[in-house]
C-alpha cells in the first residue's frame, strides 16, 4: 500500500520565478492538504483540497494556488517567488474532508530553496 | 486564534528512561483535537498519538502516553522506555472538530543518549 508521495524532492529556484509542487495521497484517501514548515518551525497549514475544489485555506496570499486531479493527485503552485518561500512543503491526505475526524497521512515533504 | 506553545525546544533523555514533552494551547472551542506528531531526520511526519476533547480518559499507545488537562488547556506526553529510534522532533498539533486548519507548535527536539 503505497504511503503519500510528493516529488521532487528537492528544488532550488530564483526569485521571480513560479514553482509546481505535486503530490499523490495514499491509497484510498480523497483529500489532500499542503503545509510550508520554514526551518526551525511546526508546519503551518495553506490549503486543503477536495472533491477538486479548495475546500480551507489558510493565511497565505494569492501567489499559492493549487490544484486537484480527478485521480486526487495534487499540485501545489507558488508564483513570484520571495526568499521567504524557502521551505520544506509537506502533503498530507485523508479521507473524507469533512469527517469530525480524519487522520492525516504525510508525506516527504519538497525542500525548496529560493536563491 | 488558536495557539500551540511548546516551551522545551530541546529535551534529552537516557536510553530506557522516561521523558516527558510539555504542550500548551489556546482555544475558545469545547471540541477540537490534539495530536503529537513525530518528526525523524526523514522528514515525514508520524502521528504518535491523538487525543480526542470530550474524552477524559487519557489516550495511550504502547510506550506513548499523554496527560490531557482540558481546564489547563495542557497535553503533555510521556515516553516510557525511551528508545533510540524515537530521537526526532515532536511536534504538537491542534485541529477544531469539523475544521481542516491544523495547528502546530514550533517542536521540541528529542535526543535519546545510549
Known amino acids: 500500500d503505497a504511503g503519500v508521495t510528493q516529488s521532487p524532492t528537492h528544488l532550488i529556484k530564483t526569485r521571480g520565478q513560479q514553482v509546481t509542487l505535486r503530490c499523490s495521497p495514499k491509497?484510498?484517501?480523497?483529500?489532500v492538504s499542503w503545509y510550508q514548515q520554514a526551518l526551525g518551525q511546526g508546519p503551518q497549514f495553506i490549503f486543503q483540497?477536495?472533491?477538486?475544489?479548495?475546500?480551507q485555506r489558510g493565511n497565505f496570499p494569492d501567489r499559492f494556488s493549487g490544484h486537484q486531479f480527478p485521480n486526487y493527485s495534487s499540485e501545489l503552485n507558488v508564483n513570484a517567488l520571495l526568499l521567504g518561500d524557502s521551505a520544506l512543503y509537506l502533503c498530507?491526505?485523508?479521507?473524507?474532508?469533512?469527517?469530525?475526524?480524519?487522520?492525516?497521512?504525510f508525506g516527504p515533504g519538497t525542500r525548496l530553496t529560493v536563491l | 486564534a488558536q495557539t500551540v506553545t511548546q516551551s522545551q525546544p530541546e529535551m534529552s533523555v537516557q536510553e530506557a528512561e522516561t521523558v516527558t514533552l510539555s504542550c500548551t494551547y489556546d482555544t475558545s472551542e469545547s471540541d477540537y483535537y490534539l495530536f503529537w506528531y513525530k518528526q525523524p531526520p526523514s522528514r515525514q511526519m508520524i502521528l504518535v498519538i491523538r487525543q480526542e476533547a470530550y474524552k477524559q480518559q487519557n489516550a495511550t499507545e504502547n510506550r506513548f502516553s499523554v496527560n490531557f488537562q482540558k481546564a489547563a488547556k495542557s497535553f503533555s506526553l510521556k515516553i516510557s522506555d525511551s528508545q533510540l529510534g524515537d530521537a526526532a522532533m515532536y511536534f504538537c498539533a491542534y485541529r477544531r472538530s469539523g475544521n481542516n486548519d491544523m495547528r502546530f507548535g514550533a517542536g521540541t527536539r528529542l535526543t535519546v543518549k545510549p
Open positions: 483540497y477536495y472533491e477538486e475544489e479548495e475546500r
Open positions: 498530507a491526505s485523508s479521507l473524507v474532508a469533512t469527517s469530525s475526524y480524519n487522520e492525516q497521512f
Open positions: 491509497s484510498g484517501h480523497d483529500t
